[in-house]
């Protein structure tokens, strides 16, 4: 992938989130945790978060909402949500591209619990259904580690 040298370029770690207007290629390196991509192509701005859990393991019959695991991923996502909000961006027309959510370390799975990344998935496809954003482009669960790169003036991801 060929980067014009004047596109500002953010790494993401674990727990950040950015949000712009202006031109920036962002990237983060996911495991089980999940990145996500969040663009109003009318108001030109986007942004991307990455967000992990608090705890190694949830149980299967638990809600996600009452679980450390819905409480930060609606953490990341309402803070990515308010600052795009606070660029010009409308609610009602953002759209979402997710990856990640990959069982990179499957021995921390059993019968009574989901694995990190399972829990992941799960919650970020239920945050995008309740909150009505659609979800155009998904990479999530599998084995796998990713590299995100996503452009906020194009809003294509590269991988």
């Known amino acids: 992938m060929l980067v014009p040298p004047e596109l500002r370029r953010v790494v993401l770690h674990p727990g950040d989130h950015y949000a712009a207007k202006d031109p920036a290629l962002l990237s983060t390196l996911l495991g089980s945790c999940v990145a996500v991509c969040l663009y ?28 450390d695991a819905g409480r930060y991923g609606v953490h990341a996502m309402e803070l990515l949500i308010n600052d795009m909000l606070r660029l010009g961006a409308d609610k009602r027309r953002i759209k979402a591209k997710a990856f990640g959510a990959g069982a990179v370390i499957e021995n921390l799975c059993s019968d009574n619990f989901m694995c990190v990344g399972d829990v992941n998935e799960r919650f970020i496809r239920e945050f995008l259904q309740m909150e009505g954003i659609e979800l155009v482009a998904e990479d999530l669960g599998g084995k796998q580690g990713r590299v995100i790169r996503f452009r906020t003036d194009t809003f294509a991801v590269y991988r």
Do not use: E, K
Not at 43 to 66: D, E, K, Q, T
């Open 40 to 67: 109003d192509p009318a108001a030109g701005v986007a942004g991307m978060n990455h967000f992990l859990l608090a705890n190694r393991r949830y149980a299967r019959n638990m809600p996600l909402s009452i679980t």
